[in-house]
T-cell receptor
């Protein structure tokens, strides 16, 4: 069964500190892996998208890594800001026989950045 | 501005009263889909559409219908809503189904009493 597991479930850090969020997946066949930021009650917003051949991608203070062999990804946030408080969702795109490419969503890591 | 627009943002309705949640995108995207998000669960796909007049079921399609008569619009229809359809709904679109960024709407919070 296609699954995406994220850890930790929640995290509290001080403003200015770095943090790393983890994602393990069992999705097959794999198409790509995405990280989204979701503010409470709002739609997810894309941070990065990586295909099988990419093992790192940055977007400002966000850096995502992908190890397709171990089926693990991480999202590193540098010099956190209060506005980084949100849920971070790891999403893996599969490929089905019907041609659909469903997005398999993790449950997210709830990050709180405090002053 | 490129965007996915859902309406309404909030809706409270009674069991059995048909409703439609609209979704419109202005990016000429081919691929559109509907998700629901419930506490403790990740987003789950309800229906998707690869292009005009091409729709298919996602993971949790029971109790929902969709249509794709025009490229920009992808309404979600609940013919006879039930309390277990109380949820936060998101519409998303992407240029194609492969390796392209998905843009999400702002969400529709539906309560069925």
């Amino acid at each position: 069964k296609n699954q995406v597991e994220q850890s930790p479930q929640s995290l509290i850090i001080l403003e200015g500190k770095n943090c790393t969020l983890q994602c393990n997946y069992t999705v097959s066949p794999f198409s790509n892996l995405r990280w989204y930021k979701q503010d409470t009650g709002r739609g997810p917003v894309s941070l990065t998208i990586m295909t099988f051949s990419e093992n790192t991608k940055s977007n400002g203070r966000y850096t995502a890594t992908l190890d397709a062999d171990t089926k693990q990804s991480s999202l590193h946030i540098t010099a956190s800001q209060l506005s980084d408080s949100a849920s971070y969702i790891c999403v893996v795109s599969a490929v089905t026989n019907s041609g659909n490419t469903p997005l398999v969503f993790g449950k997210g890591t709830r990050l709180s950045v405090i002053a | 501005e490129a965007q996915v627009t859902q309406n309404p943002r909030y809706l409270i309705t009674v069991t059995g009263k048909k409703l439609t949640v609209t979704c419109s995108q202005n990016m000429n995207h081919e691929y559109m889909s509907w998700y629901r998000q419930d506490p403790g669960l990740g987003l789950r796909q309800i229906y998707y559409s690869m292009n005009v007049e091409v729709t298919d079921k996602g993971d949790v399609p029971e109790g929902y219908k969709v249509s794709r008569k025009e490229k920009r619009n992808f309404p979600l229809i609940l013919e006879s809503p039930s309390p277990n359809q109380t949820s936060l709904y998101f519409c998303a679109s992407s240029l194609s189904r492969m390796n392209t960024e998905a843009f999400f709407g702002q969400g529709t919070r539906l309560t069925v009493v």
